[in-house]
């Protein structure tokens, strides 16, 4: 009964909207911060925020990028997140790109502002 049980809530929670997760170590999937790092990495992000989401093996990622002075045409920035981003990692599939003149004052939430997850 016990296994049974496991079995069938560890499959509801693959097809389930939640946070990426390490299948291996049952912990936040590193990504999240990896997709982090690199945003704010590209030259012209001042800012950045996401809402990253696992929805059974595929990691999708919706970016809100306050770009700097020195953006690129929109084209072209979008471009440059979505290479970096998708080398990451096999997983991240789907990638929507953002950009906003006002992080703070949209109403743009990540999980943890919606108090969906925590990190």
């Given amino acids: 009964m016990r296994d049974g049980y496991t079995s069938v809530f560890k499959s509801l929670e693959d097809v389930m909207d939640r946070v990426p ?59 440059q997140v979505r290479q970096a981003i998708l080398r990451l990692n096999w997983r991240l599939q789907h990638i929507v790109v953002e950009f906003t003149d006002d992080l703070h004052n949209s109403d743009v939430l990540t999980r943890e502002e919606l108090e969906i997850e925590a990190s």
């Avoid at 997760?21 to 012209?44: C, G, K, S, Y």
């Avoid at 093996?57 to 929109?74: G, K, L």
């Fill in 21 to 79: 997760m390490d299948l291996e170590r049952e912990q936040q999937e590193p990504i999240v911060n990896e997709v982090h790092r690199t945003l704010r990495a590209l030259p012209f992000v001042a800012n950045e925020k996401t809402l990253i989401r696992e929805h059974g093996r595929y990691i999708f990622a919706e970016i809100f990028i306050q770009p700097n002075d020195q953006m690129p045409p929109a084209i072209e920035a979008t471009r």
